[in-house]
């Protein structure tokens, strides 16, 4: 058999790294290549079609669900039923493939673990290439690892106690600067998955398991589409049976709660389920709503519970939808990081981790997410309690539900006022994450939370709508930009003060500040925090 031919893929401006030939064969670069020629057209085309979405929310301030697919609605049709790796995915772990967070994520006891190549991930020419590289080697069981500081050794279980992988690519919006076609970038989503996919999917089939994916950042299900397109291609390439890949969509975007159904439906032979991406959602929400006057502001983003009236509406409709069409219902993070330091802080989250999982178990959710593996018992308990011993509760149909197009977009029924501490939080959270994202760190633990790059989408989003919403404060102090460079200014100096002039020096704080001011502060908003951002990183 003669060897495969050079890819037309081009390596741009990366270092080259250990092993990184196993990952960047020319077989695997081939595919990546023939990926980027069918699709990347038309993953343009959807972008051009968000712009114009938006455009029509910000002329009209409403939505409505699709009428030129109400027959999809309307129809009698299931998506395929789970394999049998996926049935019971009653706790989900979550996190970037560096080697101990793989290692870690897989003994977690949790079902599954979404290994993410997105929000929890700066995507680093490093940790794009060695995050597949760490995926390939636990399914080989060739991964260990040692901690520097602890010493620690960390190594995999039995396999028969080892988490399922759900694989998270970018979100279409980014570009993977260091693999170009022709003097383009190739798209990071087509990267993420072309390299995983090439890699593992027979490899995994091997395990009894399969090629499985979570689509960030769906808009319509015209991506959705896409998505599945992309899946029948690549089993044909690979010659791998028709329906092995299995999606779950994050119903993260308000624009696709009103598409559930429909995306289900692009999806029906590879759809595994929806999930409920709580802080994306609340992004987007203020992201497509954001000149729509008062009835659409945002309280502080802690005030925004699951039990709000229009989270509630979003949360049921899409357990009602899934179960309807026989697909799996999954719920929202649970962030909390554990301290070791104070056990009443710990008691405290604990406490509320507990009620939020109860309460999507009896709302009819499937699973939930949690962000460290200290929450996994809890969240297990949870849903123990619902499940018994039945992998799902798919069988709970929820015909109480009736959700109405407004009862989604109802922001003012919520009874809470964005407050001057709550700019203080946003300013705090965004300025602290961003500085770690430009240190190629996605994952970052900020006052006892797991925040990612949603969290800061939305600290810096709502920063930008209580200005331009002109919103006062609860001590008569009115948003303001000035008001915001103070507070900015303000907590880089804490900052400088809480670590040391020479640590502030080492990290990109400065950095970070300016960022944060410029995506909340440009009359013109950025769709994606990451655009910016990662012109910074790559530059």
Same mark, same amino acid.
């Given at each position: 058999m003669s060897a495969p031919a050079p890819s037309p893929l081009a390596i741009v401006d990366a270092e080259p790294l250990p092993r990184q030939e196993e990952v960047l064969t020319d077989a695997a670069l081939a595919f990546v290549a023939e990926l980027h020629r069918n699709f990347t057209a038309r993953r343009d085309e959807l972008l051009t079609r968000r712009q114009d979405r938006r455009a029509e929310i910000a002329r009209t301030s409403t939505l409505d669900f699709r009428p030129e697919t109400a027959e999809i609605r309307a129809g009698d049709w299931k998506v395929a039923p789970a394999p049998a790796a996926l049935n019971d995915r009653r706790v989900e772990i979550t996190g970037p493939t560096d080697r101990k967070m793989t290692i870690n994520a897989l003994n977690s006891g949790a079902k599954v673990w979404l290994a993410d190549f997105e929000d929890a991930s700066a995507p680093t020419w490093e940790n794009v290439v060695l995050g597949q590289l760490n995926l390939i080697d636990a399914y080989e069981r060739r991964i260990d690892f040692t901690d520097a500081k602890s010493g620690k050794s960390y190594a995999l279980k039995d396999a028969d106690q080892l988490a399922t992988v759900v694989m998270r690519p970018r979100g279409w919006h980014l570009e993977e600067r260091h693999l170009q076609f022709d003097g383009r970038p190739v798209p990071g989503a #087509?990267? =993420?998955?072309?390299?995983?996919?090439?890699? $593992? +999917?027979?490899? #995994? @089939?091997? #395990?009894?398991?399969g090629p499985y994916f979570y689509l960030p950042k769906t808009e319509s299900y015209l991506e959705a589409r896409l998505w599945n397109d992309i899946f029948v291609f690549a089993q044909d390439y690979v010659g791998i049976p028709q329906g092995t890949v299995r999606a779950t969509v994050l119903i993260e975007t308000i624009t696709a709660a009103y598409e559930m159904e429909e995306i289900l439906f692009e999806l029906k032979d590879h759809a595994a389920g929806l999930n409920a991406g709580r802080w994306d959602y609340l992004f987007s929400i203020v992201k497509n709503f954001r000149d729509g006057g008062e009835k659409f502001v945002l309280p502080d983003r802690n005030a925004v519970t699951m039990t709000a009236p229009f989270m509630r509406a979003y949360t049921e409709l899409l357990v009602r939808t899934c179960h309807k069409r026989g697909a799996h219902a999954i719920g929202g993070m649970a962030a909390f990081i554990p301290s070791r330091r104070d056990a009443e802080v710990n008691k405290v989250a604990f406490e509320k981790v507990k009620a939020d999982k109860d309460r999507e178990a009896g709302d009819g959710f499937d699973g939930s997410w949690v962000a460290h593996p200290d929450l996994v018992p809890i969240a297990m308990a949870s849903f123990d309690a619902v499940l018994g011993d039945k992998p799902n509760q798919k069988d709970r149909l929820r015909e109480d539900v009736s959700v109405a197009p407004g009862d989604l977009i109802a922001i003012d029924s919520l009874d809470a006022r964005p407050t001057y501490q709550g700019l203080v939080s946003a300013v705090q959270v965004g300025t602290r994450y961003i500085e770690a994202w430009l240190r190629g760190l996605g994952a970052v633990a900020i006052f $006892?939370?797991?925040? =990612? +790059?949603?969290? +800061?989408? @939305?600290?810096?989003?709502? @920063? !930008?709508? !209580?200005? $331009? +919403?002109g919103v006062v404060f609860e001590d008569g102090q009115r948003a303001t930009a000035d008001l915001a460079r103070k507070v900015a200014a303000e907590e880089l100096a804490a900052i400088r003060a809480e670590i040391g002039e020479e640590a502030f020096a080492a990290g990109k704080w400065q950095q970070a500040h300016d960022l944060l001011l410029q995506v909340s502060l440009d009359a013109d908003y950025a769709d994606f925090l990451t655009l910016p951002a990662y012109e910074q990183l790559v530059g």
């Open positions: #087509l990267v =993420d998955f072309g390299l995983y996919f090439f890699h $593992n +999917a027979r490899r #995994l @089939i091997d #395990l009894g398991k $006892n939370l797991m925040e =990612d +790059a949603a969290t +800061a989408e @939305i600290s810096r989003s709502q @920063i !930008w709508q !209580w200005i $331009n +919403a």
